[in-house]
């Protein structure tokens, strides 16, 4: 696999940052297909980490999913990375931030956050993350939006809380909020910001890139995960544990994050971070094929708002004419 092309003034403030959220016209369909992968791999991974809370500990689940990704990922990634090393000595800087904020803080956060509030405040709070993505490049790098892109992203983010609050106003007035739920928010924070940034990412090899944030992301993660097994609740090893370990390395890390990095890459932050959306969906759905609940119409009403928000922004009026 070659390497994908990256624009040799990535590294120039916010010029590659607007490059690659016009490259929409040239990339077709394959990188929306690609982004609509993670929100499904994240939706199983939020309702697991819940399911988890009374038998593995949040810091030493993130530690050993991460931990477990990058030896699965070091193996076939090894000749890119030994290729990739000038390279990466002297962007070291932008490799420890996207690790830091996109590995390390944001899944710990949101495993930290479950045990003190619930999957509601969570789903909801997430939901946020593409208005938080639109400050973010708005302030850092001038990036402003269109009218079809903020109203878009306004009617996604209206039907993934109408999903997350079941249709019922009076869910969101009767919500009491939590430490867990300031956690779930500056995580929302961490993860927007390397969204914003996964632009200017060094131009490595994919495979490299992927092994390459999550060993640090582990490595960062490692007193925490220690300090942790020592004073407050030990990592016991069992079947489930494994079990859970490697859906969690598995699916949401290596095949959604690669999929999320590739697909931002493409068509740029301020749209990428729309598909978040789309995590109460999938939830929603795996709910009803796997603990058998009836659809209701709140369901269909939230998923028609995100489907229309997102046909706004990713299809333009004369996209596809000459």
Same mark, same amino acid.
């Given at each position: ?26 990339? =077709? ?19 697991? $980490? ?16 991460? +931990? ?30 996207? %690790? $830091? ?12 956050? *479950? ?7 969570? $789903?909801?709070?997430?939901? +946020?993350?593409? /208005? ?19 109203? =878009? ?5 209206? =039907?993934? /809380? ?15 909020? %939590? ?6 928010? *500056? ?8 969204? *914003? ?14 092994? *390459? ?12 995960? !220690? ?21 969690? $390395? ?13 697909? +931002? ?34 369901? !269909? ?22």
């Amino acid at each position: 696999m070659r390497p994908l092309p990256i624009e040799k003034h990535s590294f120039k403030g916010s010029t590659s940052l607007k490059k690659s959220s016009m490259t929409h016209r040239k990339t =077709g369909w394959a990188p929306i297909l690609m982004l609509i992968v993670p929100p499904l791999c994240w939706a199983g991974n939020v309702v697991l $980490a819940r399911s988890v809370i009374h038998s593995i500990p949040p810091v030493g689940l993130a530690f050993w999913r991460w +931990t477990v990704a990058f030896g699965l990922l070091l193996p076939f990634a090894f000749g890119h990375v030994v290729k990739d090393i000038p390279l990466m000595l002297r962007t070291w800087r932008m490799l420890l931030v996207l %690790s $830091a904020f996109g590995v390390a803080a944001f899944n710990t956060l949101l495993y930290l956050a *479950v045990h003190t509030t619930s999957a509601i405040n969570c $789903a909801l709070i997430q939901t +946020t993350m593409p /208005a938080f993505i639109l400050i973010i490049t708005l302030l850092g790098f001038r990036e402003r939006t269109g009218w079809r892109q903020t109203v =878009g992203i306004v009617l996604c983010m209206f =039907g993934a /809380a109408v999903v997350v609050l079941r249709g019922d106003l009076k869910v969101l007035l009767e919500m009491s909020f %939590s430490r867990g739920d300031l956690l779930m928010l *500056v995580a929302v924070i961490c993860y927007g910001v390397y969204t *914003v940034l996964l632009p200017k990412r060094p131009p490595i090899h994919p495979m490299t890139f992927l092994t *390459v944030t999550f060993g640090i992301g582990a490595s960062m993660l490692l007193p925490l995960y !220690l300090w942790e097994h020592w004073t407050m609740q030990p990592m016991v090893w069992s079947l489930p544990t494994l079990n859970a370990v490697l859906y969690v $390395a598995v699916f949401p890390s290596i095949v959604a994050y690669f999929c999320w990095n590739r697909g +931002t890459e493409l068509i740029g932050a301020n749209r990428s971070g729309l598909f978040i959306n789309l995590v109460p969906i999938f939830a929603a759905i795996l709910s009803m094929l796997w603990l058998d609940e009836p659809p209701m119409l709140y369901h !269909l009403l939230g998923m028609g708002l995100v489907f229309s928000g997102m046909v706004m922004v990713n299809v333009r009026p004369n996209e596809g004419r000459k």
